[in-house]
């Protein structure tokens, strides 16, 4: 039997619709799940256009394949919801999870669709669901860092460029009785603000050193511009050192401390506060504690940011709680309870991403990272330190089986230095 007969028959097992097209639309494969599923057999649909059944939102396939392949080669891949024919009359909507692949003939690529028909309840569809809003924070992160550096770039320079103008102004001898030299003073006045707001937003937008110098100095170097904001005594606890932590993990808990502290700065009336990271096991926990007014926390008016830490929390899995009352002031941590990291090498992205979905669907795992190739495997496993390396055998470059052993020479050398 040949690899191409062994690929269609695995396909064909397995318990989840699957479609194959060619890069115009039409249906090259269609597996015994999607047949028993939406009534249509394969024999019914090989070579019809994919649009007679699928209706996606974005994509009209009868104007041209360039949208959707655009979409496809510039992100890994796109899943959301679509209206499914059933044969018996019937429009369903179910979950799609599209990508490119090459799994029929060789160097030819395919469109894959994977149709979660029970996605509404299943503990997978809630987990794509995460990822999809965890890209959105990505994306929003990296808007927020792009925007910093113009920030700090562009209108910062130009900010310090004006002050210094303006002093080189004041310091010429005719400018000590010129008449207009109180305004200038004022004006210099407002471009010293003005790059200081603008420096301020900056941080705020990005925080250099969370990259930089990992999560515990990025908290005790916030605090304390906090501390120095409000006039409050700050308290910080936190280990000298934890291990690497993915970056979701990381600027989700800066974030959930940052708007903490904010919410202290505007509302708390509060004269002390204390941050605590603490490190238990696989358990790593966030407190922001103060010893201002409290308040209810169920009141009008003051949930937008309790939704928006408890969302932060969330997406990485963790849990927020939240504990205030009107004088008693108010504690509030997160936290990301022991779980198995796992870290995902296979060139293959749907497969990925698939696996994905299904791992992360259990409450205890969590995919920390995902590698293409051998010698990127090497290269994340030393970074994130998964405890779990779930390895295809057969890749690009250094393929699974040398790099197992370059990982165990590795990580040896590591765990004696």
Not at 84 to 112: H, M, P, W, Y
């Amino acid at each position: 039997m040949s690899v191409h007969e062994n690929m269609i028959d695995l396909m064909d097992f397995l318990a989840t619709p699957l479609i194959l097209t060619d890069l115009e639309g039409h249906i090259e494969l269609w597996n015994h799940a999607a047949a028993t599923w939406s009534g249509w057999q394969s024999v019914d649909v090989m070579g019809l256009p994919i649009q007679k059944f699928l209706q996606l939102p974005f994509f009209d396939w009868k104007v041209s394949t360039s949208s959707l392949l655009q979409t496809l080669q510039q992100e890994a891949h796109w899943s959301g919801a679509v209206n499914t024919l059933l044969r018996d009359g019937r429009e369903i909507r179910t979950q799609a999870f599209v990508n490119l692949c090459n799994f029929l003939s060789g160097q030819q690529k395919q469109i894959s669709f994977v149709l979660l028909t029970n996605w509404h309840n299943s503990k997978v569809a809630q987990e794509l669901h995460r990822l999809e809003l965890l890209q959105l924070v990505r994306a929003h992160e990296d808007e927020s860092a792009r925007l910093a550096r113009e920030l700090h770039d562009e209108i910062g320079q130009m900010a310090t460029a004006i002050q210094l103008d303006l002093r080189n102004i004041l310091d010429l001898p005719d400018a000590q009785n010129f008449s207009g030299r109180k305004i200038l003073l004022e004006v210099l006045e407002v471009a010293v603000q003005l790059l200081e707001n603008v420096r301020n937003l900056s941080l705020d937008l990005h925080p250099p050193l969370l990259d930089d110098l990992g999560l515990v100095e990025a908290l005790r170097w916030h605090l304390g511009r906090v501390g120095e904001r409000g006039k409050l005594q700050v308290h910080f606890e936190a280990p000298q050192a934890i291990s690497a932590l993915p970056s979701d993990v990381s600027m989700a808990f800066y974030r959930v401390a940052q708007e903490a502290l904010t919410n202290i700065l505007r509302h708390a009336r509060a004269t002390q506060v204390w941050l605590s990271l603490l490190k238990e096991g696989e358990s790593l926990t966030l407190q922001v504690r103060d010893d201002g007014v409290g308040f209810e926390t169920f009141s009008p008016g003051k949930t937008m940011g309790i939704r928006s830490m408890r969302e932060r929390a969330a997406l990485i899995q963790a849990h927020f709680d939240l504990q205030s009352a009107p004088g008693k002031g108010n504690t509030g941590h997160s936290d990301m309870e022991g779980y198995i990291t796992v870290l995902l090498a296979d060139d293959h992205r749907l497969v990925r991403a698939g696996l994905r979905a299904i791992l992360e669907a259990t409450d205890d795992i969590r995919v920390v990272a995902e590698a293409c190739d051998g010698w990127e495997t090497l290269t994340l496993a030393e970074k994130t330190s998964p405890q779990v390396i779930l390895l295809d055998i057969s890749m690009p470059g250094l393929n699974g089986l040398p790099s197992i052993g370059a990982f165990a020479s590795s990580f040896a050398l590591h765990q004696s230095s």
